[in-house]
């Protein structure tokens, strides 16, 4: 790809960066978490998560010297992405009474103190890492070689991976909405026809191409473990492998698993 220029990083703007992304997240965590407690719903933990990557991005897009095309870009498609989640998040939120069944279940039992570590200590850290990306491409200048063509490959990626996301949720919303008796027992069409998941699949692509944004710059492309720890979370924390638990009883879903890929379609 040819020799690269040697990339400038400013450190101290990075340190700025990376600690008052660090403040941001730490404070929307402990609002979040506070407002959890009070009204018995630690399940309000979902509704930070997007809120908490875009705020990474727009406080590395504002305070950040690097490339502003690349910083502006990413920040406005982290946002998007947040904003369409968010309002998901906040229609399920509020579209019940009880607690989500995961949290209760994961949380049975836990004291004040754990819930804060587990849930919303955890998640501030997840927050981070997998922003990383965002944060050191905000204070990193890009290369003048073919390497810099990596920002608008990963931005299209990106915008490819909310897409997806998007039309999977779209399309699971459809489907939920019909009526039990007349609706099959399990959404295999459209792209659940191809993945089992394609919502989180979507998801995991987005930060892939977050990354690949921020690999422009070749201390960028260290920062691999950020969109792998994404699609860890994605598929074996919070995610893919949970629901299948949940669904392994409903009438279908074992064939269904017999006939779709599981997360990446054709595997």
Excluded: C
């Excluded at 730490?26 to 630690?42: F, N, P, V, W, Y």
């Excluded at 295999?188 to 979507?202: A, I």
């Excluded at 930060?207 to 598929?235: E, R, Y």
């Amino acid at each position: 790809m040819g020799e690269d220029v040697p990339v400038s990083v400013d450190r101290a703007n990075l340190k700025r960066v990376v600690g008052a992304s660090a403040a941001v997240v730490t404070a929307l965590q402990a609002g979040t978490a506070a407002l959890a407690l009070r009204k018995g719903r630690r399940d309000y933990a979902d509704g930070v998560w997007g809120p908490g990557l875009a705020a990474v991005a727009i406080t590395g897009a504002a305070l950040g010297t690097g490339d502003p095309w690349r910083r502006w870009t990413t920040a406005a498609i982290t946002t998007g992405w947040a904003v369409r989640l968010e309002t998901l998040m906040l229609r399920r939120l509020r579209g019940s009474d009880t607690e989500d069944e995961r949290y209760t279940e994961f949380l049975e039992g836990a004291s004040t103190p754990t819930v804060l570590a587990k849930v919303f200590g955890t998640q501030a850290v997840a927050q981070l890492l997998v922003s990383a990306p965002l944060q050191l491409a905000a204070a990193s200048t890009l290369p003048r070689s073919a390497r810099r063509w990596l920002f608008p490959v990963g931005a299209a990626v990106a915008v490819a991976g909310a897409v997806v996301e998007a039309v999977a949720d779209r399309q699971k919303a459809a489907y939920s909405a019909r009526d039990r008796d007349e609706r099959p027992d399990v959404l295999d069409t459209g792209l659940w026809g191809v993945s089992r998941h394609p919502n989180y699949l979507g998801d995991s692509i987005t930060w892939d191409g977050i990354w690949l944004a921020g690999a422009a710059s070749a201390p960028g492309a260290l920062l691999f473990p950020a969109p792998a720890a994404m699609t860890w979370f994605l598929v074996f924390a919070t995610g893919a492998k949970r629901t299948e638990r949940r669904m392994a009883d409903r009438p279908g879903y074992r064939d269904y698993q017999r006939r779709v890929s599981f997360f990446f379609p054709g595997t």
